[in-house]
């Protein structure tokens, strides 16, 4: 099975920008829809950004679309949104996870692999 590690959060202020990163290892994440959550305190762990096992199509959360960019690269192994103008209300953990078959699903409950997460913290 494949295990999934994120890195490259952090503090960055309203307005900037930040790349999170996505390695997956065990195996290819050719054979896997990928995606990107978020969870803030209280709430509930939401689809932020996701791409589908071929790459043709990406999907994304409506308040990030034109701001998040997801990619992946088949040589890397890696699943990494680039995350710009980023706002207070981002802040949460960002969690990457993996799903076997070619769909991105919206619901958390739908995928099968995920990461340990890493912090965002957006500050205004």
């Known amino acids: 099975q494949v295990q999934l590690v994120e890195s490259g959060g952090g503090l960055v202020q309203a307005g900037g920008s930040l790349r999170l990163s996505c390695a997956a290892s065990?195996?290819?994440?050719?054979?896997?829809?990928m995606g990107w959550f978020r969870q803030a305190p209280g709430k509930e762990r939401e689809f932020v950004a996701g791409i589908t096992r071929g790459g043709g199509n990406t999907y994304y959360l409506d308040s990030v679309k034109g701001r998040f960019t997801i990619s992946r690269d088949y040589a890397k192994n890696t699943v990494d949104p680039q995350m710009n103008i980023l706002r207070p209300e981002e802040t949460a953990v960002y969690y990457c996870?993996?799903?076997?078959?070619?769909?991105?699903?919206?619901?958390?409950?739908?995928?099968?692999?995920w990461g340990q997460g890493t912090q965002v913290t957006v500050s205004s």
């Open positions: 996870a993996a799903n076997l078959g070619f769909r991105v699903e919206v619901a958390a409950g739908s995928w099968g692999y």
């Open positions: 065990g195996r290819a994440i050719s054979m896997y829809a």
